[in-house]
């Protein structure tokens, strides 16, 4: 069992700046693959970044490559999305998953995901 909790978001002016941060509880949270999804009013949850298991590989969606980073940090059960250079566009709910290990890849389907934080509101004003 995995508990994901997210926090870091809020307002903030295009351009700008915002780290997004994903505690996770849990012994055998070092073998889970972490995501970040993003759900706007009236459209589908979508994967704005993905880590596999180890950190060693990442995936963006091309709309936020070059502007988010993704890390996870393993001593400290936490996953991070650095947001920079934010748009207008990028305003959703944002949510932390983890899926339960079957490889070393990262997923970037919402059907992969087992768990999942409630969610923190990012706002971009233009």
């Known amino acids: 069992q995995v508990r994901l909790v997210e926090s870091g978001g809020g307002l903030v002016q295009a351009g700008g700046s915002l780290r997004l941060f994903c505690a996770a509880s849990?012994?055998?949270?070092?073998?889970?693959?972490m995501g970040w999804f993003r759900q706007a009013p009236g459209k589908e949850r979508e994967c704005v970044a993905a880590?596999?298991?180890?950190?060693?590989?990442?995936y963006y969606a091309d709309s936020v490559k070059g502007r988010f980073t993704i890390a996870k940090d393993m001593a400290k059960n936490t996953v991070y999305l650095q947001m920079d250079s934010l748009k207008p566009e990028d305003t959703a709910v944002y949510y932390c998953?983890?899926?339960?290990?079957?490889?070393?890849?990262?997923?970037?389907?919402?059907?992969?995901?087992?768990?999942w934080g409630q969610g923190t509101q990012v706002t971009v004003s233009s």
């Open positions: 998953a983890a899926a339960p290990p079957r490889d070393s890849s990262y997923y970037t389907e919402v059907d992969e995901y087992t768990y």
């Open positions: 849990g012994r055998t949270f070092g073998t889970y693959a």
């Open positions: 880590v596999n298991w180890n950190a060693g590989s990442t």
